[in-house]
């Protein structure tokens, strides 16, 4: 099983999310068909430019409960709502009250699986406006 985490910086301290399971296989796949892939001793990473980072972020946890689609990425990747990033920063500020350690994810995974249909939602709603 593949399980990965996603962090906002280079130090590897605090991940922003957690990913596991057939889900987390297809979003690293399609991710590192777009982005850089490096690996540093035996740990993969890859490079997602601050451009992009708010796209990827709003589509990781809109994958997290279905199959992630690169056209899904792509469309986000041309323009995402700002509804659907400002959501994210309420999802950390939310997770905070039940993280346990600096370690664990700023989004808890029991409230990013919840989030997944609602910026599904969101992105629906903002592509058909």
């Known amino acids: 099983m593949v399980c990965w985490s996603f962090f906002l910086d280079g130090e590897l301290l605090t991940p922003l ?47 997290f409960t279905t199959k992630p689609s690169e056209e899904l990425l792509d469309k986000l990747l041309k323009s995402t709502p700002k509804i659907a990033i400002d959501l994210i920063s309420e999802l950390i500020a939310l997770s905070a009250q039940k993280r346990k350690s600096c370690k664990d994810p700023y989004i808890v995974y029991s409230i990013a699986q919840k989030a997944s249909k609602i910026l599904r939602e969101i992105i629906e709603l903002y592509s058909t406006a």
């Open 17 to 63: 999310v957690r990913a596991k399971g057939a889900n987390a296989e297809t979003m690293f796949r399609v991710l590192s068909r777009i982005f850089t892939v490096k690996e540093n001793g035996g740990v993969y990473e890859i490079e997602v430019p601050l451009t992009a980072l708010p796209a990827v972020e709003v589509w990781i946890l809109a994958s």
